[in-house]
Nanobody, 119 residues
Framework: QVQLVESGGGLVQPGGSLRLSCEAS????????MSWYRQAPGKERELVAS????????NYGESVKGRFTISRDNAKNTVALQMNSLHSEDTAVYYC????????????WGRGTQVTVSS
């Protein structure tokens, strides 16, 4: 059974840093483009960052560009999101997503991890 499990969320002060991890099982990670999405209460789901299956290309949402970094380790079946200079607008549930590089209909989601930025 395919699983994406996020970890690393929690409470952090404004200006602080947090590192999220996504551990995948039941799939070959190198076949999947990976993304982080987030959703805050009352808001639509928002793309935070994405990385191609081979790690060659990355994209970031405008609101996080320059502050967040996505990375992957296919050998360890993990994807990470390093978040720096956090502010209150970053508060959301963060979700890990995997989409097959060639078959977009093969699409998996984690259950999410809560990130709260507050003093």
């Amino acid at each position: 059974q395919v699983q994406l499990v996020e970890s690393g969320g929690g409470l952090v002060q404004p200006g602080g840093s947090l590192r999220l991890s996504c551990e995948a099982s039941g799939l070959v990670l190198s076949q999947f483009d990976m993304s982080w999405y987030r959703q805050a209460p009352g808001k639509e789901r928002e793309l935070v960052a994405s990385i191609t299956n081979d790690g060659k290309w990355t994209n970031y949402g405008e609101s996080v560009k320059g502050r967040f970094t996505i990375s992957r380790d296919n050998a360890k079946n993990t994807v990470a999101l390093q978040m720096n200079s956090l502010h209150s607008e970053d508060t959301a549930v963060y979700y890990c997503n995997g989409r097959h590089w060639n078959y977009a209909a093969i699409d998996y989601w984690g259950r999410g991890t809560q990130v709260t930025v507050s003093s």
